[in-house]
């Protein structure tokens, strides 16, 4: 006999300076670039009923991928105690280097112990679609004097086999 899982992922969203969208099991983000830096939440769901009042004691929340040129700080890993019938909202940031010119898998996995020892959880993963434009010159840091520019860091961000 299986029992019926209580620990949802119930909405995972993604934040850029530019969009914000809530991405399901399979579902592609796109127009990621090198250097950018995603902001992500996953809320996560006890579905007990509140007559069942069953909680999970800590739940813990991964979010991985298998490509090296993304970086992913989890700045909440767990979360100590998930009432019956309650959300909690975790979050961390996705980081593309530079140097990325392939699309990512991310994997989401939410998993924990109700009271009764009982595991549950979920899995879901999405792709980031990295795009590399042909000629990428972004303006990373300007610093303006009334009188003065002292100082300008430029970065030329084009495809590797592109000549200039």
Known sequence: MRAENNLKIKRFRLKTDM???TIGDG??????????EIEYEVEISNSYSRSEDIDF??????VETENSDV???EEDDEIDSLGAYETEIAS????????ADNDAIITVLVYGKDENGALHGEKMEFK???TRLTHDLQIRKIIVNPTTTDNLSLIHISEPTRPY
């Open 128 to 130: 980031l679609d990295i």
């Open 19 to 21: 969009t914000s969208k």
């Open 57 to 62: 004691e800590t739940v813990y929340i991964k």
């Open 92 to 99: 961390g940031s996705i980081i593309i280097e530079e140097e």
């Open 71 to 73: 970086d992913i700080d």
């Open 27 to 36: 579902d592609t983000f796109k127009n990621v670039r090198p250097g950018d």
